[in-house]
């Protein structure tokens, strides 16, 4: 072999300067064109397929590849092909172009064939070679970029999604999934795909490119595919791994960031605030709460999100970080999300969590501090001053009293603060300190609130700085101790038998200053004590005589009490 190969280079060498074969000499090969690269040069067995022009010296054809359309495919060195063709082939590459001149011995011979080739014939023919493989072959995997980690490989019986550019060896495109907009979903190892390419997927990561070389027997064989691929045609999928899982996988939960504490968990019927982003396995985004500046409200394990996502959030607590890998049987399955989720898409979401709480929460009150005395407590109708930090549960701060100059003032059971709120404050000491924490129904429900978010729980730290004791809901005026008798009397100060405002203000600005009776807190006692003496003055002529004066009594377990004038 080495002795005729020497033989071919010398002639290849002087083909420029008119070498020309002997009749008993060997082939004359002039390489026409040779690709960059060449991983592969032709060998005796290999099966080639390849175009042809041949002609005579004089340029005239006697045949041509190109005339009848397909290419030849042909098995190289075992006496199939004249002689001179199993020479000159051995050594291309795909894609090279080589100018082949057969003497006639290693061609036709003496007899020639039929009419179209005479006897003693020199023939030359212009090749391209298309394609070359073994029956030895094996699918040939080049990895051309792999993820720095890799969560799981491909597995036989896994569904994945991919894309591809298919070609043939040759270069020629016949196939891409990019064209399509759209990956190729399949189950792999279980014979939806061709031979070669159920193995050449196998141990993939998601976000690796693959370059997967298959044989034509590992293919679409001696029946192609088609118009798109030809029969005996080694197939190069440059593939890249998109998503992968398995019809048995269950939601996963990782990369947890757990708060310093946790008092509770969030269970079915819990009503969830969180923040997410949401990717697919390889990483592309396709949805955010972020983005909308809003989190994402809804109720837990009650069928208002998709199943993994209903199952992922529960056991969660407040504050919490955790990453969810969601198969698509527990995600959008195979019909997607309308211009959101392909089809049999994994998911991926990032969460934070907010808070949560149940419908049924009621106000939870932890005392911080209480002073060693509590000789008075706020009730309804108290007038107090008090501070606060009102903040949601991830520790945003929304509104403080230290930020304004005067104490927060309020008057319980007046409806002036939210429901939860006033309810926090009710029972307090001077001096004490609370943490109260308020679900929305007791807050401000479903609506947004100067700052605070639709659903939100609050937390509020509250300090009574002072208290003022009300009188009950509807009263003006309030005997603290039995009014003196009589009455009419007492309020007679000039003891002429009529009581004008003048006289009706100060008696009760007495009682009150002397402990006797209370103002209704928190309004102006002018006004208060006008709107008074207007009540008993029931002629309106601007004075009361006896006959229009009237006591306000009450019964507090079996005992009168003496309420409002």
Not at 8 to 24: D, E, K, Q, R, W
Not at 181 to 190: E, F, L, P
Not at 478 to 490: I, S, T, V
Request: hydrophobic share 35%.
């Amino acid at each position: 072999m080495e002795a005729q190969f020497a033989v071919v280079f010398l002639c290849v060498a002087a083909a420029h300067v008119g070498c020309i074969p002997s009749p008993l000499g060997d082939v004359v090969i002039e390489r026409r064109y040779i690709p960059r690269t060449c991983p592969r040069e032709v060998e005796t067995e290999d099966y080639v397929r390849y175009h042809y022009n041949g002609t005579f010296p004089d340029g005239k054809k006697f045949d041509s590849s190109y005339d009848r359309g397909p290419p030849l495919t042909a098995q190289v060195g075992l006496g199939r092909l004249i002689t001179g063709i199993d020479r000159g082939m051995l050594g291309m590459c795909v894609n090279e172009r080589r100018r082949v001149t057969i003497p006639p011995h290693l061609a036709y011979g003496s007899l020639g064939a039929g009419k179209v080739i005479p006897p003693d014939a020199t023939l030359l023919f212009d090749l391209i070679l298309l394609d070359v493989w073994n029956l030895q072959d094996k699918v040939e995997m080049r990895t051309l970029s792999k993820p720095k980690s890799c969560r799981r490989a491909v597995e036989v019986s896994d569904f994945i999604r991919y894309h591809y550019n298919g070609t043939l060896l040759d270069g020629t495109p016949f196939d891409s999934s990019y064209r399509r907009k759209q990956t190729y979903d399949t189950y792999v190892g279980q014979g939806d795909l061709i031979k070669g390419l159920d193995e050449g997927l196998l141990g993939m990561c998601v976000g690796e490119w693959r370059t997967v070389i298959i044989p034509p027997f590992l293919a679409y064989g001696e029946q192609g595919y088609g118009n798109m691929i030809p029969p005996q045609a080694t197939l190069v999928f440059d593939v890249l791994l998109v998503d992968v899982h398995h019809p048995s996988d269950d939601v996963v939960v990782d990369e947890q960031v757990l708060p310093v504490s946790c008092s509770r968990k969030a269970a079915i019927g819990d009503f969830i605030r969180y923040h997410y982003n949401g990717t697919f396995l390889d990483g592309t985004a396709f949805d955010s709460s972020y983005q909308r500046n809003s989190t994402y409200n809804t109720y837990i394990g009650m069928g208002y999100v998709i199943r993994g996502m209903d199952k992922a959030l529960q056991g969660v607590c407040m504050g919490e970080r955790r990453r969810i890998t969601m198969p698509p049987h527990l995600a959008y399955g195979e019909n997607g999300s309308v211009d959101l989720v392909p089809s049999s898409a994994v998911l991926v979401f990032h969460i934070h969590v907010i808070d949560f709480h149940n419908p049924n929460d009621p106000v939870d009150i932890t005392v911080m501090y209480k002073p060693d005395v509590c000789g008075v407590t706020s009730t309804a109708n108290d007038l107090i001053q008090y501070h606060y930090n009102c903040s949601l549960l991830d520790g945003t701060l929304v509104y403080s009293s230290y930020h304004y100059e005067r104490l927060q003032e309020t008057l319980l059971g007046a409806n002036r603060v939210i429901a939860g709120l006033d309810e926090g404050l009710r029972g307090m000491c001077v001096g004490e300190k609370r943490l109260v924490i308020v679900p929305p129904h007791l807050a401000h429900g479903d609506h947004e609130a100067h700052g605070i978010p639709a659903s939100a729980v609050l937390q509020f730290e509250l300090e009574l700085i002072g208290l003022q004791k009300g009188v009950p809901k509807g009263y003006l005026f309030y005997w603290l101790e039995d009014p003196p008798e009589p009455l009419f009397q007492a309020m007679d100060l000039n003891k002429d038998k009529e009581i004008p405002l003048e006289e009706f203000s100060e008696f009760i600005k007495v009682q009150a200053a002397n402990g006797r009776g209370r103002l209704c807190p928190g309004q102006d006692p002018d006004a208060i004590i006008k709107d008074m003496f207007d009540n008993q003055d029931r002629n309106r002529d601007g004075k009361i005589v006896v006959e229009e004066l009237e006591l306000t009594e009450e019964v507090d377990n079996g005992k009168i009490q003496h309420g409002e004038l």
